[in-house]
């Protein structure tokens, strides 16, 4: 059974910056497995962030290309989320999902990732 445990959450003024990690256990990291990171603010809807399909390419939001990075280590099962220039916008439970499903492409999509971690809280203070 695939288990994800997101961490590396907290809060910063705004322009700062925080690395989340994502460790991943129950399956291989191999070329061409897909990892996203999404995020979800009280009141609203669960958005994309950013997907690594790994040996292929990365996918960016709009709304955090150029300031977000995200990358993987095979050899640690562990996907980051490097985030800088952080704004109070950018406050939300921020989330690491895989298991994409098959046929979809590897974008932040949702409602096409079937397996969860449990969240790291990220806040950005004004």
């Known amino acids: 059974q695939v288990q994800l445990v997101e961490s590396g959450g907290g809060s910063v003024q705004a322009g700062g910056s925080l690395r989340l990690s994502c460790t991943a256990s129950?399956?291989?990291?191999?070329?061409?497995?897909?990892m996203g990171w999404f995020r979800q603010a009280p009141g609203k809807e669960r958005e994309g962030v950013a997907t690594?399909?790994?040996?292929?390419?990365?996918f960016y939001a709009d709304s955090v290309k150029g300031r977000f990075t995200i990358s993987q280590d095979n050899a640690k099962s562990t996907v980051y989320l490097q985030m800088n220039s952080l704004k109070p916008e950018d406050t939300a439970m921020y989330y690491c999902?895989?298991?994409?499903?098959?046929?979809?492409?590897?974008?932040?999509?949702?409602?096409?990732?079937?397996?969860w971690g449990q969240g790291t809280q990220v806040t950005v203070s004004s």
């Open positions: 129950g399956f291989t990291y191999k070329r061409r497995k897909c």
């Open positions: 690594v399909w790994i040996g292929v390419d990365t």
């Open positions: 999902a895989t298991e994409l499903l098959t046929g979809t492409l590897c974008r932040p999509v949702p409602a096409n990732f079937p397996t």
